[in-house]
């Protein structure tokens, strides 16, 4: 059974970072697409990064050059790097795997960025 379990959410002031880590059991490199969402109160669920088996990155625009995904196919981790937070950037941060059009979930950790 996959399982997904994210870490290193919290507190922190506007222009801050932090960067979450996403612990999968089994290999990564068996997952077609690993990915960072996130959900805020009374919003829908958003893409904020995601990285392919091959290492392609995407990124939701306004996430473009203050968040960076990475993979470590040794720790079996995807990390992301957020730099720059802003309030609106609260939110609990999801991680995702998929693999042949199923989806794998964590329990989310909550960002909160205080201005």
């Known amino acids: 059974q996959v399982q997904l379990v994210e870490s290193g959410g919290g507190l922190v002031q506007a222009g801050g970072s932090l960067r979450l880590s996403c612990a999968v059991s089994?290999?990564?490199?068996?997952?077609?697409?690993m990915g960072w969402y996130r959900q805020a109160p009374g919003k829908q669920r958003e893409l904020v990064a995601g990285?392919?088996?091959?290492?392609?990155?995407n990124y939701a625009d306004s996430k473009q050059g203050r968040f960076t995904i990475s993979r470590d196919n040794a720790k079996n981790t995807v990390d992301l790097q957020m730099n720059g937070l802003k309030p609106e950037d609260t939110a609990v941060y999801y991680c995702?795997?998929?693999?042949?059009?199923?989806?794998?979930w964590g329990q989310g950790t909550q960002v909160t960025v205080s201005s």
């Open positions: 995702k795997a998929q693999l042949d059009r199923v989806n794998y």
């Open positions: 089994g290999s990564i490199f068996s997952f077609n697409y």
């Open positions: 990285i392919t088996r091959g290492g392609t990155r």
